[in-house]
């Protein structure tokens, strides 16, 4: 070794970014040996390159690894590969990349930024991921040589005010680079990075699936008397599956990586292995589980994706590449062309992971679909276990609203016990209906049970009964399928009636509504603080009254939920339609032709309103005023 060594300078914006960016980049600091571990591999990867594109470059490619190597009395640690290397200029270049003109200008921007996101933005474009070992180290020493050279450069900073660059006459092919570790510190969240299970666990979370092995030299004591003993472990499993065409994948390998990302217990419902080529490359390896999380609607509930670029670990839950309605798929997506360190707010920027987003979509919706039409079973375990999820989609995603249509799958009056998807439907369509019938409630049981059924139930017509909260709102967002429009059976006037029977029939709702005009008059005026009017049902052929809204108002459901959200919305007064066939409804208007229209009468109104809301589920404004006027009146038949 030789003495043929210079002493650089840094400019003074270039130590306030390096200052700023070992305090400010990473708030988890376990991440430089991610980073160390990240160029180790590139190295490799471009002498294995370099050796195919050049057939006189005289290096050996058959031990390519990278190695890790701990002095505890030292407190040093060292990451090693024997990869391409590096010249004198590029270690300035890239090593040294702080020191470049443009530093004043990126400084500048930093002080600019908003917020932290901005900031880590402007970072990573600037490239610097090496300088996160100065979080953990107080001299970082790099020693290199490009393959094909013969002389090496030693680089070497404390990362304040200047950085030593030295020729060597000799040095190993590849890149070594050696960390003068500063005390660990709990409160700082500074590990012991000399720690052979420190090592470890960070290497096994970011770089597990490095192609490259990760080779470490542990010590093991000794039994009894016996001296310690050391030994070579890989520290890495090197299984990337993803990278490896599905053919050459076994189903349990697929099953063990499952269980590997997700911490479930249980197999996959269905594998997706994927990639994609041209501009932007990925793989993607995802998996639809068979049962869904315990927080699949919690708001701190965690998405399952993971993001890797070029195998190393970037990010958990990575929401800018799965929407929120699919938040239960897990599994990876490996991107070639991002950076390390990439942040959340560029992800959500970024046009290429927009696309490769719109892509892993429609492939898991395509998934679904052939499991909906080929394997019936699984795709009723999907449905049961996601099906509230995935109809959020609905709302969220109307460039996929259309597939999401086909995959969908509700209960029908049809069958009590198979649930039926809108194409039946539509197929089992009676001659001259031109709406798909619903009908929302908390439970089938319910809304079966619903006045509102009445009519539909006595005519034969098919409706679908929707039990799910987001029922109320997908089905007014959607509007119609295959030209059928979506209707409640709860909202607007319902006449089912063919041609000829409106016809036979239109003589005698004449003479009712002549017959019960006076009597929807005065009782739209009693129940005026609850109800916008009270009309003549063709829905009701048992029940004496129902409750329904107008073909566009919100419903009380929707409302409570909005409540629920802190939304306040304007209360909504629905419609009270009564029964003329019906024995209560006729006495009431006999007792009100006799004269009758005193408090007596007009509690009559208010138990009939009552028992019209109680029947469809709904909440009475004041239950115990109802509850005594119904006791009043109970104790007079006695």
């Known amino acids: 070794m030789n003495d043929r060594a210079e002493t650089l300078e840094f400019q003074a914006e270039a130590r306030q970014l390096l200052r700023?960016?070992?305090?400010?980049?990473?708030?988890?600091?376990?991440?430089?040996?991610?980073?160390?571990?990240?160029?180790?591999?590139?190295?490799?990867?471009?002498?294995?390159l370099a050796s195919m594109v050049d057939k006189d470059l005289a290096v050996d490619t058959g031990d390519l690894h990278i190695a890790i190597e701990v002095d505890k009395d030292a407190r040093t640690l060292t990451v090693r590969d024997n990869g391409i290397g590096m010249s004198r200029d590029e270690v300035v270049s890239v090593i040294g990349t702080i020191a470049k003109s443009g530093t004043a200008e990126l400084l500048r921007q930093l002080r600019e930024a908003k917020d932290a996101g901005a900031s880590q933005e402007l970072i990573g474009q600037f490239g610097v991921g090496f300088y996160a070992a100065f979080m953990v180290a107080e001299r970082v020493e790099l020693v290199t040589r490009r393959a094909g050279e013969s002389g090496g450069?030693?680089?070497?900073?404390?990362?304040?005010?200047?950085?030593?660059?030295?020729?060597?006459?000799?040095?190993?092919q590849g890149t070594?680079?050696?960390?003068?570790?500063?005390?660990?510190?709990?409160?700082?969240?500074?590990?012991?990075?000399?720690?052979?299970?420190?090592?470890?666990?960070?290497?096994?979370?970011?770089?597990?699936?490095?192609?490259?092995?990760?080779?470490?030299?542990?010590?093991?004591?000794?039994?009894?008397?016996?001296?310690?003993?050391?030994?070579?472990?890989?520290?890495?499993?090197?299984?990337?599956?993803?990278?490896?065409?599905r053919g050459e994948v076994e189903p349990a390998e697929y099953h063990e990586f499952y269980?590997?990302?997700?911490?479930?217990?249980?197999?996959?419902?269905?594998?997706?292995?994927?990639?994609?080529?041209?501009?932007?490359?990925?793989?993607?390896?995802?998996?639809?589980?068979?049962?869904?999380?315990?927080?699949?609607?919690?708001?701190?509930?965690?998405?399952?994706?993971?993001?890797?670029?070029?195998?190393?670990?970037?990010?958990?839950?990575?929401?800018?590449?799965?929407p929120n309605y699919l938040r239960f798929i897990k599994g990876v997506v490996d991107a070639h062309d991002l950076s390390l360190n990439i942040s959340r707010e560029i992800l959500q920027q970024d046009r290429q992971i927009r696309a490769v987003r719109r892509r892993l979509v429609k492939k898991i919706l395509a998934t679904v679909k052939e499991l909906k039409t080929d394997q019936p079973e699984r795709y009723r375990t999907f449905w049961t276990e996601f099906g509230p999820a995935v109809k959020?989609?609905?709302?969220?995603?109307?460039?996929?609203?259309?597939?999401?249509?086909?995959?969908?799958?509700?209960?029908?009056?049809?069958?009590?016990?198979?649930?039926?998807?809108?194409?039946?439907?539509?197929e089992r369509m009676r001659e001259g209906q031109s709406d798909i019938y619903y009908a929302t409630g908390e439970n089938r049981v319910t809304i079966e049970n619903s006045p509102h059924m009445e009519a539909f139930r006595a005519k034969g017509y098919e409706v679908l009964l929707l039990t799910d909260p987001v029922d109320e709102v997908w089905v007014?967002?959607?509007?119609?399928?295959?030209?059928?429009?979506?209707r409640s059976v709860a909202k607007g006037q319902v006449d089912l009636d063919t041609e000829q029977e409106r016809t036979e029939a239109e003589a005698e709702r004449e003479r009712q509504r002549t017959e019960y005009a006076d009597l929807l008059g005065w009782m739209g005026t009693v129940l005026a603080d609850n109800v916008k009017e009270v009309r003549l049902s063709s829905r009701l052929t048992t029940s004496p009254a129902c409750v329904v809204g107008d073909a566009h108002d919100i419903t009380p459901t929707l409302e409570k939920m909005y409540r629920a959200m802190g939304q306040e919305v304007p209360k909504v007064k629905r419609i009270l339609e009564i029964n003329p066939t019906h024995?209560?409804?006729?006495?009431?208007?006999?007792?009100?032709?006799?004269?009758?229209?005193?408090?007596?009468?007009?509690?009559?109104?208010?138990?009939?309103?009552?028992?019209?809301?109680l029947a469809e589920g709904g909440d009475l404004a004041d239950p115990s005023r109802f509850?005594?006027?119904?006791?009043?009146?109970l104790a007079r038949t006695l």
């Open 20 to 48: 700023l960016m070992v305090h400010s980049i990473y708030s988890n600091k376990d991440v430089f040996l991610r980073e160390l571990i990240s160029n180790a591999s590139d190295a490799l990867d471009k002498l294995r």
């Open 153 to 172: 450069t030693r680089w070497e900073s404390t990362g304040e005010g200047t950085y030593t660059i030295t020729e060597l006459d000799d040095a190993a």
């Open 176 to 245: 070594t680079v050696t960390l003068h570790l500063k005390p660990a510190d709990a409160d700082d969240n500074l590990h012991d990075y000399t720690a052979e299970w420190t090592i470890r666990e960070i290497v096994k979370r970011y770089s597990d699936f490095i192609a490259h092995p990760i080779r470490m030299i542990v010590e093991r004591p000794g039994a009894d008397d016996a001296p310690a003993t050391t030994e070579t472990v890989t520290l890495n499993s090197m299984k990337a599956l993803w990278a490896r065409p």
């Open 259 to 322: 269980k590997h990302v997700s911490h479930d217990w249980a197999d996959p419902l269905e594998t997706i292995h994927m990639r994609g080529e041209g501009t932007f490359e990925y793989e993607a390896l995802l998996f639809i589980p068979t049962h869904a999380p315990l927080d699949l609607f919690s708001p701190q509930g965690r998405r399952g994706v993971q993001l890797y670029v070029k195998r190393v670990f970037i990010m958990d839950d990575c929401d800018a590449l799965m």
């Open 392 to 426: 959020e989609g609905l709302l969220e995603d109307t460039d996929n609203q259309e597939t999401l249509l086909e995959i969908l799958s509700v209960a029908s009056t049809h069958d009590p016990a198979e649930q039926t998807d809108l194409a039946g439907y539509v």
């Open 476 to 486: 007014e967002r959607v509007g119609s399928y295959a030209g059928k429009a979506l």
């Open 583 to 613: 024995p209560l409804v006729t006495g009431l208007r006999k007792a009100h032709e006799q004269g009758g229209s005193g408090d007596a009468l007009a509690e009559t109104a208010e138990l009939l309103y009552g028992t019209a809301l």
């Open 627 to 633: 509850a005594r006027i119904l006791a009043d009146r």
